[in-house]
Nanobody
Framework: QVQLVESGGGLVQAGGSLRLSCAAS????????MGWFRQAPGKEREFVASIFWSSRWIYYADSVKGRFTISRDNAKNTVYLQMNSLKPEDTAVYYCAAKEDYRLTGTADYWGQGTQVTVSS
């Protein structure tokens, strides 16, 4: 059974940083893209960033380019999201996702349960 377990969320002031982690288990992920989505209250879930196994393909939403960095440690089956210069509009539940494809920007095969990120002004 595939599990994606997020950690690292919390409360931070605007301009601060947080690092999210997502540990994957249950199957080999060598052909999977892994990534992050977020959902703010009253809004639809939106794509944030994704990275393929080899790190050859990396994608970011325009709203986070230059502030967020996605990376992965394949030996640990873990993907990270380093979030810098956080803004109040980054407040949301952040979800880890995985898809057997080189690109993950929409639908996913697997989802984590989410971790709350709150940025105060």
């Amino acid at each position: 059974q595939v599990q994606l377990v997020e950690s690292g969320g919390g409360l931070v002031q605007a301009g601060g940083s947080l690092r999210l982690s997502c540990a994957a288990s249950g199957r080999p992920f060598s052909s999977y893209a892994m990534g992050w989505f977020r959902q703010a209250p009253g809004k639809e879930r939106e794509f944030v960033a994704s990275i393929f196994w080899s790190s050859r393909w990396i994608y970011y939403a325009d709203s986070v380019k230059g502030r967020f960095t996605i990376s992965r440690d394949n030996a640990k089956n873990t993907v990270y999201l380093q979030m810098n210069s956080l803004k109040p509009e980054d407040t949301a539940v952040y979800y880890c996702a995985a898809k057997e494809d080189y690109r993950l920007t929409g639908t996913a095969d697997y989802w984590g349960q989410g971790t709350q990120v709150t940025v105060s002004s």
